[in-house]
Structure formats: structure tokens, C-alpha cells
T-cell receptor, first 112, second 116 residues
């Protein structure tokens, strides 16, 4: 069964600090992995997408990594800001499919 | 483009009533998805349309749920009769599909449904 597990479930950090969120998946065959940011009361917004051949992708202060061999991904946030407070969702799509598998998300709170 | 537009943003209804959620996808997108999000289960795909045709509705919980896409610019998700366990945030998303390649899915702001 395709699964996406995220950790930690929740995280509280101080403004300006860095943090790393983890995503492990069992989806096979693999097509792509996305990280979404979901602000409270809003729909998810894509931060990065990586295919099998990519192992790093950056979007401003967000850097995603992918290890397709171990089926792990991480999202690193540098110099966190209050606006980074949100839920971060890892989504993996199988090859040749339109049906993604969603992780439960990591809830990040950035305190001043 | 204004993005994916969903209405209403909030809906409170009594158990047993019919509820209709509406979605206008991004112009030019040929794929539309309805999702449900709850604290317990996270995001779940309910149904997927491609070129206005339902391709996969295996995620629809039961016969009380139905979805239509009469044209490329409008879709509805209907629950009849509604039950308290249907309370959730319902998202509509659209994307472009060409062959086996899928572009990013853009989500609407969601409809928060509360069934009392």
C-alpha cells in the first residue's frame, strides 16, 4: 500500500532559526514528490517538486532534498519567519498515475 | 487568472439536508480534483475528472456523495443526505494533463462544511 509518513507531527521554533521536516514514502513506482505549504484556512500551495533524477530543489529559503534509494525527502527552512507558520505536506505521485498519496503534514509554529 | 474559485467558503447545515459545493477551475486546465481534509485523515482524494469526464471516483465515501462537471468551467460536489461525519474542509483543485505528465495542481481556498 502506498504510504507517506511525515515527522515530526508538530514543531515549534523561534524566529530566525532553521528547521528540517522529514518525509518517508513507500509509493512505487515513483514519479514525483512535492512539498506543499498550507496556511490556516487556505488551500495547499506547492513549494517544490522533484522527480526521480533530482536530489535537491530550492525555492527561496526552502530547500527540499530527495533520496530515491532510501525513499526519503526533507524540507529545510532557513532563517525562519513568522509567516512560515503553517502545515507542510509531503505528496508523492506514482509513475503513470494522477492519484497522489498525501502525508498527514507537519504543523510548524514560528514564535517571535 | 483568479485561481480556483470555490463557493461557499463556509456552510453550516442540519443533518439530513442536501449540500452542494461549487468549483470553478482555472481556465485552460483539463483536470479537476475534489479533496476532503479532516484532522483525523488529512487530505483524501474523492474524485478526479479529466476533460469533464469522471475518471476515478473510488474515493467517494458512499452513495450519498455525487459529483458532476457539466462543462470545463464548473463542477459540483453534492452530499444528500448530509451527516455530521461529513463535516470537513472540501477542496477543489485543477491542473493540466498531457499524456502522462501532470502539471502542478492549484487548490481553491476550500469550503468548510459543518453538519449539525
Amino acid at each position: 500500500k502506498n504510504q507517506v509518513e511525515q515527522s515530526p507531527q508538530s514543531l515549534i521554533i523561534l524566529e530566525g532559526k532553521n528547521c528540517t521536516l522529514q518525509c518517508n514514502y513507500t509509493v512505487s513506482p515513483f514519479s514525483n514528490l512535492r512539498w506543499y505549504k498550507q496556511d490556516t484556512g487556505r488551500g495547499p500551495v506547492s513549494l517544490t517538486i522533484m522527480t526521480f533524477s533530482e536530489n535537491t530543489k530550492s525555492n527561496g529559503r526552502y530547500t527540499a532534498t530527495l533520496d530515491a534509494d532510501t525513499k526519503q525527502s526533507s524540507l529545510h527552512i532557513t532563517a525562519s519567519q513568522l509567516s512560515d507558520s503553517a502545515s507542510y505536506i509531503c505528496v508523492v505521485t506514482p509513475g503513470g498515475s494522477y492519484i497522489p498519496t498525501f502525508g498527514r503534514g507537519t504543523s510548524l509554529i514560528v514564535h517571535p | 487568472d483568479a485561481g480556483v474559485i470555490q463557493s461557499p467558503r463556509h456552510e453550516v447545515t442540519e443533518m439530513g439536508q442536501e449540500v452542494t459545493l461549487r468549483c470553478k477551475p482555472i481556465s485552460g486546465h483539463n483536470s479537476l480534483f475534489w479533496y476532503r481534509q479532516t484532522m483525523m485523515r488529512g487530505l483524501e482524494l474523492l474524485i478526479y475528472f479529466n476533460n469533464n469526464v469522471p475518471i476515478d471516483d473510488s474515493g467517494m465515501p458512499e452513495d450519498r456523495f455525487s459529483a458532476k462537471m457539466p462543462n470545463a468551467s464548473f463542477s459540483t460536489l453534492k452530499i444528500q443526505p448530509s451527516e455530521p461525519r461529513d463535516s470537513a474542509v472540501y477542496f477543489c483543485a485543477s491542473s493540466s494533463h498531457s499524456g502522462t505528465a501532470y502539471t502542478e495542481a492549484f487548490f481553491g481556498q476550500g469550503t468548510r462544511l459543518t453538519v449539525v
